[in-house]
């Protein structure tokens, strides 16, 4: 696809975005279930106009046919990510009775759209759809990069306003409605990732302002913020949290207890690493003993305590120290004894503070790499075998460069069959120690160094016959005559 083609594909996606989401906010007075679900929320008209929240009709195509009576495409409705086909190939609106709210750009352009289902009926025998929707993946939409609030609190952000993520978009609006101070941003569904917190910190200074996390208290909301902590830490080390009672969320909070309340709750966050480590003991816990918080067998608290560290290895370095003696208050154990099952669990990770994508590892080579050359190479003629055969000589393997052997305090090298090993250790000082098993090596040694003696190259030590017995004497113990 060209630049131009693509421009207007885009143009194309940003128009239709626009004309579904003032067909949706048309239809929102005829909802009697979504304007009581903003009423019970506390959501109040002048928001509804604010977030210009919207309504799906319940029809399979109003949106499609809306769309069309305007003059758009079948295909271009298809690509902005507003209808699907269905199993014979109708072209069918995506989002049907459901509470809409827009997804928008940095240039204020409507770019996609999460829609809120009604909550089912217990009685009813249909399963339930989900309960939120995002538009799929388009040109201008991607779930992995988007935040919903990042738009519309931006100007607030780069006034000093503090950032709190969110797991949904009414907790957002909660948030944004209790406290002028505080700017709710929420990844809507999906886990959030590093391009979410790269997002995020372009709009505001997290070093400055920091960040905190504000997910449901919830059994998917304590997941969801197990699984995001080490991202937050990688942005933000003195990130902070706030731990909301079971089942509530900051919309659910500030519904019932009011904006006030929430306000005051927003301004008393805990440590974020205080929040994982408690949610960690209580998931383990509740594994190894529900009725009790602290197990009573050594070995159920040890597991728990395995579970623990690997979690207090994750967090950055400055928060360490005091979680392993909150650990250890919370369990009874001894200090050293979780100090010693973070070591061992810290030993067995990778140095990098986070996991790294694995490399692309390149393709493997028939033969093996070059070795360096030797310093004094030595030329070997061809055995008698290879040459009878036909075959090329056979190659002895190249030694490694000094510096690659293992260096011992002791290392004995016998020399049943040739002298070479000897003579690199007299001629080039390897710290080792040799033992000469008869003269006749000493003879052959002193032989090749005066040899090299007169090609023009210098031995490093004084190298002859009594120089090696006296070596032998000295190392193996026995007799320096030759």
Known sequence: MTSSSAIETERSVVRLNFWAQNFY??????????????????????????????????????????????GAHPVAIEEAGLAIRDGDGVLIDLFRDRLMLAFHAS????????????????????????????????RLFHKGEVLFGLDEGRHRLRRGAHPVIVEGPFDVMAINLASADHVGVAPCGTQLTPAHLAALTHAAPLEDCGLSMAFDGDRAGREALLRSY?????????????????????????????????????????ALADLVL?????????????????????EERLAVLRGAVAVIATLPSHQVAQQVARLSQALNVDHHLVTEALINTSAHRSWEPFPLPKARLPAPRRSPPPMPQQLFPTRRPPSRRSLHRGRPPTRRRPRLPLGAYPQPSTTFVSFRTRHRSIDDAIFHRLPWVCHVVSGRHARAVAASTGNRQRDGHRPPVRCDVLAVGSLAKRMAGGSSRL
């Open 25 to 70: 906010r048309a239809q929102l007075a005829r909802s009697r279930w979504g304007c009581s679900f903003l009423r019970e929320r506390g959501v109040s008209p002048a928001q509804v106009s604010s977030w210009q929240i919207g309504y799906a009709p319940a029809g399979r195509r109003t949106l499609v046919e809306h769309l069309q009576r305007r």
């Open 107 to 138: 240039t204020g352009a409507v770019i996609g759209f999460i829609g809120r289902a009604r909550d089912p009926i217990s009685a009813s025998s249909r399963p339930a759809p989900p309960k939120y929707l995002n538009t799929p993946e388009t």
């Open 230 to 270: 080490t991202q937050v830490f990688a942005a933000v080390p003195a990130a902070t949290a706030l731990a909301f009672p079971d089942d509530s969320d900051p919309a659910a909070f500030g519904a019932q207890y009011g904006p006030k309340a929430l306000a005051a709750f927003l301004r008393r966050p805990v």
């Open 278 to 298: 408690d949610l960690t003991l209580r998931i383990l816990t509740a594994r190894s003993q529900p009725s009790n918080l602290r197990p009573p067998y050594p």
